[in-house]
């Protein structure tokens, strides 16, 4: 078999051509947003119950300058389950997270507090406004959050945060599923995160479901999809139509 006819059947023609796409223009230019920050909680969980109400155990987040590719700021916290604050073996040692850092964890309300503090702090110091970006006024640089798909902010997070009575930051209300935007953008479906990475060339760095390291590969898988040609837009909103 010819050597361009072999590759065509591996798919690397093809990954080549939609890299070649975007060669004659910088793709950074052409993004809406100067910043993501990438969130992936850590929640209780049990081997053979998936029905069991899950409360968050690592929040964790990373702001990545979309400018450079470089994650500027962190923050993260284990927080105290308090419906169920008994953590499953299945649950230790699939995320690393030991009873101890729950028990000496802090609620999620306050968590939520604290976060709240964090972004007013990142906004302030960065000049950047979560928001759509068409609704970004002149002079602010634009962000909004990216997620391994929409099960953080739109189960996890939002369902707890009901029962419990929490209120949640405005400026989780919109997120990019990038999840979905890397099927869609490279035409594949990815094998899980780490199996996204590989198929770009990205070694997994630390340890898979710790939220922290989740958080920080899935920002330099961005930065490589970046890089790669894709624009990063808004997948979902919990805003009301209005």
């Known amino acids: 078999m010819a050597t361009k006819q072999l590759a065509k059947k591996m798919g690397l023609i093809k990954r080549r051509a939609v890299v070649n796409n975007f060669a ?24 053979n119950d998936k029905y069991r109400t899950q ?14 590719g470089e994650i500027e700021d962190e923050f993260q916290f284990y927080i105290q389950p ?16 030991s009873q101890q850092q729950v ?16 972004l007013e702090k990142i906004e302030r110091e960065k000049n950047i406004m979560f928001n759509n970006a068409d609704f970004v006024p002149p002079g602010v640089k634009a962000a909004t959050v990216v997620t391994w798909s929409d099960w953080d902010l739109s189960v996890c997070l939002l369902y ?13 209300n919109n997120w990019i599923d990038l999840r979905s935007t890397y099927r869609k953008f490279y035409k594949r479906k990815p ?6 990475l590989q198929d770009v060339g990205i070694q997994f760095e630390g340890r898979e479901h710790s939220g922290l ?3 920080r590969n899935t920002a330099h898988l961005a930065w490589r999809m970046v890089q790669d040609g894709c624009i990063m837009n808004i997948t979902r909103s919990l805003n009301p139509v209005r």
């Open 24 to 47: 004659k223009r910088s793709p950074k230019e052409d993004q809406k947003y100067s910043y993501l920050l990438i969130m992936d909680f850590e929640s209780t969980c049990w081997q």
């Open 55 to 68: 409360e968050i155990i690592e929040f964790p987040a990373v702001l990545l300058n979309l400018s450079n």
């Open 82 to 97: 308090q419906e169920e604050p008994v953590l499953s073996m299945f649950c230790k040692e699939l995320t690393g997270i």
């Open 103 to 118: 028990d000496e964890g802090i609620p999620l309300a306050l968590c939520i507090k604290k976060f709240n503090h964090w």
């Open 160 to 172: 707890e945060a009901r029962r419990k009575q929490i209120r949640t930051p405005y400026q989780l």
């Open 191 to 196: 094998n899980g995160l780490n199996g996204a």
């Open 213 to 215: 390291h989740d958080s």
